[in-house]
């Protein structure tokens, strides 16, 4: 009886802890792909930054050769 009712308990805990740690793996899933997006969301302002600087730079090149006569 008593190794009977420790199966009992194990499996409850057995089961607690499985759906424990599914919560956490799904949990951890959207963090992850919240963390994607946001790095995305970086990853494109930094390009537009860099394409907006890349456009001034020669804007700059171009007006200072023609200032300096080249």
């Known amino acids: 009886m008593i190794e009977f009712l420790d199966l009992g308990i194990a499996g409850i805990l057995a089961a607690a802890l499985f759906f ?6 799904g949990q951890m899933r959207q963090d992850r792909m919240f963390m994607e997006d946001r790095l995305i969301g970086v990853v494109k302002d930094y390009n537009e930054a860099i394409k907006d600087m890349k456009e001034a730079m020669s804007e700059l090149i171009i007006w200072l050769r023609a200032r300096n006569g080249h």
């Open 20 to 25: 424990f740690l599914r919560h956490l793996v």
